[in-house]
């Protein structure tokens, strides 16, 4: 009698897939047992898909979604030989519409989240039609499921189930069995070495924990003689890759560079009478007069003229924008029929020297590569003259992001502090 209850609430619980269409019926002489692993199989291609594209949310549910397949199937190991041509038409569409609901997640990639989510919170209310009081061992829930990317020592794995204490649960690592801290009827805990979950450089992988207890055998002279049977469980833990992601960076500076050439500057007619007459001469348009050597550098060239000389720069008066020199003239005799008339004496005064101007000169440094790791932040330096920079990141699950300033991403932050470019890690807080 309390076999056909279970098989009933069974069946219940496994009307929450039948929303899903049909595309394909399980055959008629496959057991229930089998209809369940097909299930689980589909869990498995779905695991590997989400692995291979680095997509941890999709990967972790479906791992907790296999999880509470094997649970429900561990309390009801008494329906799994139960043949499924024994079952009605709409008993039949249950099995098969849970199967498909593997398949649509499979198919989907834009939908692949959300249907896995879907199958994790159906296959859930399955696992609450599960019967206690029946004596059996199993496990219901083990936690964390992925491995925490900071952990580098060990972590407290929590088992909970039902009658764990009579079933001698043990948690096979590599290296023997783990260290058992709490054992009691509903949770055990066990200490695992980082070790015992290695992560893949670059991408998803699960640590294939095993877990094996002791239930229960079926009959009632296995119940007479307390006869107990070898459960072995899977309790696969995610593990992110120990690089979140590898960047490319490269610096573009911009700096000034000083020009310089020797100018002469067109010429200037000096005119007066027995005096030193000023002018300014002024550089190249868009050049100045560089001083910076003082003002012996410039030289005044002398052209043309009549009592009168070219005589030197006053350098009180000299701006990198005008250079003021001078000539002295003194008077021209001039002798006429009227008499003797004394006219301005004039010269031509050019100055050559140095001028400069400063050029902006764009440069591109060396690209840098390296990679990101969980635990520590990365620092660039920027250079002083840095005028723009392009930092190319390509993350695990395969996206590529392309920072030109600060910003922010699902896994890291891109920030600045005086001339460092700090790329922060942001661990996963849902797992």
Same mark, same amino acid.
């Given at each position: 009698?309390?076999?056909f209850s279970?098989?009933?609430?069974?069946?219940f619980?496994?009307t929450?897939?039948?929303?899903?269409?049909?595309?394909?019926?399980?055959?008629?002489?496959?057991?229930?047992g089998?209809?369940?692993?097909?299930?689980s199989?589909?869990l498995?291609?779905?695991?590997?898909?989400?692995?291979?594209?680095?997509?941890?949310l999709?990967?972790?549910?479906?791992?907790?979604?296999?999880?509470?397949?094997e649970?429900?199937?561990?309390?009801?190991?008494?329906?799994?030989?139960?043949?499924?041509?024994?079952?009605?038409?709409?008993q039949?569409r249950?099995?098969?519409?849970?199967?498909?609901?593997?398949?649509?997640?499979?198919?989907?990639?834009?939908d692949?989240?959300k249907?896995?989510?879907e199958?994790?919170?159906?296959?859930n209310q399955?696992? &609450?039609?599960?019967?206690?009081?029946?004596?059996?061992?199993?496990?219901?829930q083990?936690?964390?499921?992925?491995?925490p990317?900071?952990?580098?020592?060990?972590?407290?794995?929590?088992?909970?189930?039902?009658?764990?204490?009579?079933?001698?649960?043990?948690?096979?690592?590599?290296?023997g069995?783990?260290?058992?801290?709490?054992?009691?009827?509903?949770?055990?805990?066990?200490?695992?070495?980082?070790?015992?979950?290695?992560?893949q450089?670059?991408?998803?992988?699960v640590?294939?924990?095993?877990?094996t207890?002791?239930?229960?055998?079926?009959?009632?002279?296995?119940?007479?003689?307390?006869?107990?049977?070898?459960?072995?469980?899977?309790?696969?833990?995610?593990?992110?890759?120990?690089?979140?992601?590898?960047f490319?960076?490269?610096?573009?500076?911009?700096?000034?560079?000083?020009?310089?050439?020797?100018?002469?500057?067109?010429e200037?007619e000096?005119?007066?009478k027995?005096?030193?007459?000023?002018?300014?001469?002024?550089?190249? &348009?868009?050049?100045r007069w560089?001083?910076?050597?003082?003002?012996?550098?410039?030289?005044?060239?002398?052209?043309?003229?009549?009592?009168g000389?070219?005589?030197?720069?006053?350098?009180?008066?000299?701006?990198?924008?005008?250079?003021?020199?001078?000539?002295?003239?003194?008077?021209?005799?001039?002798?006429?029929i009227?008499g003797?008339k004394?006219?301005?004496?004039?010269?031509?005064?050019?100055?050559?020297?140095?001028?400069?101007?400063?050029?902006?000169?764009?440069?591109?440094l060396?690209?840098?590569?390296?990679?990101?790791?969980?635990?520590?932040?990365l620092r660039?330096?920027?250079?002083?003259?840095?005028?723009?920079?392009?930092?190319?990141?390509t993350?695990?699950?395969?996206?590529?992001?392309?920072?030109?300033?600060?910003?922010?991403?699902?896994?890291?932050?891109?920030?600045?502090?005086?001339?460092?470019l700090?790329?922060?890690?942001?661990?996963?807080?849902?797992?």
């Amino acid at each position: 009698m309390a076999r056909f209850s279970n098989f009933r609430i069974a069946l219940f619980a496994l009307t929450i897939f039948s929303t899903a269409p049909v595309h394909a019926q399980i055959a008629g002489a496959v057991t229930t047992g089998v209809a369940v692993s097909q299930i689980s199989s589909g869990l498995n291609e779905l695991i590997n898909k989400a692995r291979d594209t680095g997509d941890y949310l999709t990967m972790r549910a479906a791992v907790e979604a296999k999880d509470v397949i094997e649970r429900w199937r561990d309390a009801n190991k008494e329906l799994l030989e139960t043949a499924f041509s024994k079952l009605d038409e709409k008993q039949q569409r249950i099995f098969s519409n849970a199967r498909q609901l593997t398949e649509f997640a499979n198919a989907s990639v834009e939908d692949r989240l959300k249907n896995t989510r879907e199958i994790v919170n159906q296959a859930n209310q399955l696992a &609450e039609n599960i019967v206690p009081g029946t004596g059996n061992t199993y496990v219901t829930q083990f936690s964390p499921r992925v491995l925490p990317p900071q952990t580098t020592t060990s972590i407290n794995l929590k088992v909970t189930g039902v009658n764990l204490d009579k079933g001698d649960p043990v948690l096979s690592l590599t290296e023997g069995a783990a260290n058992r801290m709490l054992v009691g009827p509903l949770e055990v805990v066990y200490v695992v070495p980082a070790s015992a979950m290695p992560r893949q450089p670059d991408k998803l992988s699960v640590a294939p924990l095993t877990l094996t207890y002791s239930t229960p055998k079926d009959g009632f002279w296995n119940w007479v003689f307390r006869n107990r049977e070898q459960v072995v469980r899977q309790l696969p833990i995610v593990t992110l890759p120990a690089k979140i992601a590898t960047f490319s960076f490269v610096a573009e500076t911009t700096t000034e560079t000083k020009e310089v050439e020797i100018w002469t500057a067109q010429e200037q007619e000096f005119s007066g009478k027995n005096e030193n007459v000023p002018k300014v001469a002024t550089p190249r &348009e868009g050049w100045r007069w560089d001083l910076s050597q003082g003002v012996n550098s410039f030289k005044q060239v002398q052209g043309r003229g009549e009592a009168g000389s070219c005589n030197g720069v006053i350098e009180a008066n000299s701006k990198p924008d005008g250079i003021t020199h001078q000539a002295h003239l003194d008077m021209i005799k001039e002798v006429k029929i009227s008499g003797i008339k004394w006219g301005p004496g004039w010269v031509m005064c050019s100055l050559k020297g140095p001028i400069f101007r400063m050029t902006k000169v764009k440069a591109k440094l060396p690209v840098q590569t390296a990679s990101l790791s969980w635990t520590e932040d990365l620092r660039i330096p920027l250079p002083p003259e840095t005028s723009a920079f392009a930092l190319e990141v390509t993350t695990f699950d395969g996206r590529k992001r392309l920072f030109t300033d600060t910003g922010n991403d699902k896994f890291f932050d891109v920030t600045r502090s005086g001339q460092d470019l700090i790329i922060r890690p942001k661990p996963p807080t849902d797992l």
